[in-house]
């Protein structure tokens, strides 16, 4: 339980310091957006080069993998479709209730639980790489189609008489082909796809960059990290009712809870079913799918949220429940694989 607790300290004193500064105001009132905006547009996307440019992206083409992998797609499905059924939300909002439920928080939690508990942080690399180069692109494609969505529809229905059809055919046609060109162009948009691309481009070619801009992208990608928890920490200072887009305030602790029990309860459950009675992996490689998926939400996910224009309150909540509750679904996963375990 200690080495738990040294991981988790860092994150509670940044996004304490967060709240304490949203407190007393000294950032001014705009700081949450604009530090959101930094981490979104400048240091995540330098710390995901950075990473994916020096790793294999083949690493994560093994059993262990597979296990992880069916976990987080079957509970990012289902958190999108409970988002939208339960609680009525549109596609983008959906689309964070799936990386809410799915999405682990590998980095700065994963490597030091996986290092005090396995000995070794190797999975979670490839845990890295699985969200950034294949998870990430399918939730930023659905937000940005998402966001888009509200706009503009049925304006192609116009005219009257034999012309009315001609013209919602020419109108819809026009949505469609809207819709491909901005998916197809979505790497270019968004700093966050383009980085991890640029990023496996560099590994796969086998390049070197010059010390001078690879230990800039360094010191750029570290402060992704403790810069989006001093936001998050900014935003518990919000006002429950601020920034929210009309009609999208639902009922969030439901959420929430649903969200978290994906998250810290399902998700490790599947691991464990798949990595065990269907592969059975050995003890050690089952130990490390079902503790890294009991990992909580990343805080990925409210900066997505924020940066979308979407209400924030569903995944800044779930991030900090889940990662209290993850204190004690990380220990019971640790004994109940050895407990239970192949």
């Not at 991981?7 to 407190?23: D, E, N, S």
């Not at 055919?169 to 469609?176: H, I, L, T, V």
């Not at 948009?189 to 481009?201: D, E, Q, W």
């Not at 402060?223 to 601020?242: D, F, Y």
């Amino acid at each position: 339980m200690s080495a738990l607790l040294t991981a988790f300290t860092p994150i509670w004193i940044l996004t304490a310091v967060g709240y304490g500064v949203g407190r007393g105001g000294l950032l001014g009132p705009g700081a949450e957006a604009v530090l959101g905006r930094f981490v979104f547009h400048v240091a995540m996307p330098a710390a995901l080069f950075t990473m994916v440019s020096g790793a294999r992206p083949g690493a994560f083409a093994n059993p262990s993998m597979a296990a992880f992998a069916a976990g987080t797609a079957l509970v990012c499905g289902l958190g999108f479709q409970l988002t939208g059924r339960l609680f009525g939300r549109g596609r983008a909002d959906r689309a964070i209730g799936g990386m809410v439920s799915g999405y682990v928080n590998s980095a700065n939690l994963g490597i030091p639980v996986a290092v005090q508990v396995l000995g070794d942080a190797s999975f979670v690399a490839q845990i890295i790489l699985f969200q950034v180069l294949l998870v990430s692109p399918v939730i930023l494609t659905l937000l940005d189609s998402g966001t888009r969505a509200g706009g503009g529809t049925g304006a192609g229905a116009i005219g009257t008489g034999t012309g009315a059809g001609t013209g919602a055919e020419s109108g819809m046609r026009g949505q469609r082909s809207v819709a491909l060109r901005r998916m197809l162009t979505m790497p270019v948009r968004n700093p966050v796809i383009l980085a991890s691309l640029l990023g496996l481009a560099v590994s796969t070619l086998g390049l070197r960059l010059p010390r001078a801009l690879a230990h800039s992208c360094e010191l750029l990608g570290s402060a992704a990290v403790p810069t989006a928890l001093v936001a998050l920490g900014l935003s518990l200072h919000t006002r429950p009712a601020a920034g929210i887009p009309a009609g999208r305030s639902g009922p969030v602790r439901a959420e929430v809870v649903v969200t978290v029990a994906l998250k810290t309860v399902l998700q490790p459950l599947i691991a464990f079913a798949v990595g065990g009675p269907l592969l059975g992996l050995p003890e050690p490689q089952l130990l490390a799918v079902v503790l890294c998926s009991a990992l909580p939400t990343a805080q990925n996910a409210f900066i997505y949220a924020q940066q979308y224009g979407l209400d924030t309150r569903v995944a800044r909540d779930a991030v900090v429940a889940s990662t209290v509750v993850s204190m004690a679904t990380l220990s019971l996963a640790t004994w109940a694989v050895g407990a239970f375990g192949t």
